[in-house]
């Protein structure tokens, strides 16, 4: 059984960085997708949890939402057990709940657009881009 932590959210100004960290513990990530999701300010009580970008650890193939391509870079650590979440020019509609979650032998377009079941999560790091 793979669990996840993720850290590195915060506070950040405009145009300003963030490298988020999904940590994995009890194996490592082979035969995993594993994808950063967004639940926006407001939308807590809904749940509603919205693909990022995902990414297949072992054959590096990822899936960017349109609004992050060219900004954001998902990739992971040679032991295959940390992913990371290099986020660039944030916006503030960047800002929100940012979980990590991992799916056995998914494609990474299916798992980004919730197309199949996810059944392991962190517990998220809020990020917040405000001046």
């Known amino acids: 059984q793979v669990q996840l932590v993720e850290s590195g959210g915060g506070l950040v100004q405009p145009d300003g960085s963030l490298r988020l960290s999904c940590a994995a513990s009890?194996?490592?990530?082979?035969?995993?997708?594993v994808g950063w999701f967004r639940q926006a300010p407001g939308l807590e009580r809904a749940g509603v949890r919205a693909?990022?970008?995902?990414?297949?650890?072992?054959?590096?193939?990822?899936s960017y939402t349109g609004s992050v391509r060219g900004r954001f870079t998902v990739s992971v650590d040679s032991a295959k057990k940390t992913v990371f979440l290099q986020m660039n020019n944030l916006t503030p509609d960047d800002s929100g709940t940012y979980f990590c979650a991992a799916a056995w032998l998914t494609e990474v377009r299916q798992m980004c657009a919730r197309r199949t079941a996810i059944s392991k999560w962190g517990q998220g790091t809020q990020v917040i881009v405000s001046t």
């Open positions: 693909g990022v970008a995902c990414l297949d650890v072992n054959d590096g193939d990822t």
């Open positions: 009890g194996r490592t990530l082979d035969s995993y997708s």
